[in-house]
Structures are given as structure tokens and as C-alpha cells.
């Protein structure tokens, strides 16, 4: 329980203005795309399936889908008021 409270707390912090730059991002970092990534598993947001240009295979990104997320209002009350205990 004290990592869900100190994610909570970490959470609070964030502004509508980290919000706003993270998704202006056209290229994220490996961090924030696995952060969001996983934002978008737990929201059930699908992710675009798209070539790899480099591997010739199909490959699961959850960019765009992400930054629809985030435009959505109330992103940030959203994952505030996430129910926790649905998680499985």
C-alpha cells in the first residue's frame, strides 16, 4: 500500500500544463511510452497495430491512442478516481 499512496501523491502533483507537453510529444522516451502504455491497458484503450518499417512485422502502438486520452476531459480525474481495487 505505501507504493499506491506514494503514486497517488505523485499523481496529485502533475498539472494540466505536464499534460499538454507530454502529449505535444512526437517522439516520447521509452519511460513515458511504457508509463502510458500501460495508462491505456488499464483504461482499456486500444492500441494502434502498424508495420515496423525496420522488421517488416506488425508491432502494437500505443502513442496516438495515448495522446487521444490525454484530450480527453478530465484525464487527470480520471486517473485520480481510477477504482484501484479493479485491477487484476
Not at 476531459?73 to 484501484?84: E, I, S
Amino acid at each position: 500500500m505505501p507504493a499506491l499512496r506514494a503514486a497517488e501523491e505523485a499523481l496529485k502533483n502533475i498539472k494540466q500544463n505536464d499534460i499538454t507537453l507530454i502529449k505535444s510529444v512526437n517522439v516520447p522516451t521509452a519511460d513515458t511510452r511504457m508509463v502510458m502504455s500501460a495508462v491505456c491497458i488499464l483504461m482499456r484503450v486500444d492500441p494502434i497495430k502498424k508495420m515496423n518499417p525496420e522488421t517488416q512485422k506488425k508491432e502494437t502502438d500505443y502513442w496516438k491512442p495515448t495522446q487521444g486520452l490525454m484530450n480527453s476531459t478530465g484525464f487527470l480525474g480520471m486517473m485520480l478516481n481510477y477504482d484501484k481495487e479493479a485491477i487484476d
